[in-house]
Nanobody, 126 residues
Framework: QVQLVESGGGLVQSGGSLKLSCAAS????????MGWFRQAPGKEREYVAA????????YYADSVKGRFTISRDNAKNTVYLQMNSLKPEDTAIYYC???????????????????WGQGTQVTVSS
């Protein structure tokens, strides 16, 4: 049974930092793309970032580019999201995702991904 478990969320002041982690279990995802989406209250789910199976390629939403960094450790079956210079508009539930495909054309499409975590809350106060 595949499980993705996010951690690291919490409450932080504007301008602060958080690092999210997502540990996968049930199978090895070293050949899969991994990524993050988020959903704020009353808003649609939004793509945040994605990383290739070997970590050599990354893509980011324009809203987080230059502030967020995605990385992965295949030995630990884990993907990370380092979030710096956080803004109140970054407040959302953050979801880890895993999928078989990785290209600029598909990384922002939620239907690309086969597995989703349960989410972790990130709240940025002004």
């Amino acid at each position: 049974q595949v499980q993705l478990v996010e951690s690291g969320g919490g409450l932080v002041q504007s301008g602060g930092s958080l690092k999210l982690s997502c540990a996968a279990s049930g199978r090895t995802f070293s050949t899969y793309a991994m990524g993050w989406f988020r959903q704020a209250p009353g808003k649609e789910r939004e793509y945040v970032a994605a990383i290739s199976w070997n970590g050599r390629s990354t893509y980011y939403a324009d809203s987080v580019k230059g502030r967020f960094t995605i990385s992965r450790d295949n030995a630990k079956n884990t993907v990370y999201l380092q979030m710096n210079s956080l803004k109140p508009e970054d407040t959302a539930i953050y979801y880890c995702v895993v999928g078989r495909f990785f290209s600029p054309a598909v990384v922002a499409d939620p239907t690309t991904y086969d597995y989703w975590g349960q989410g972790t809350q990130v709240t940025v106060s002004s």
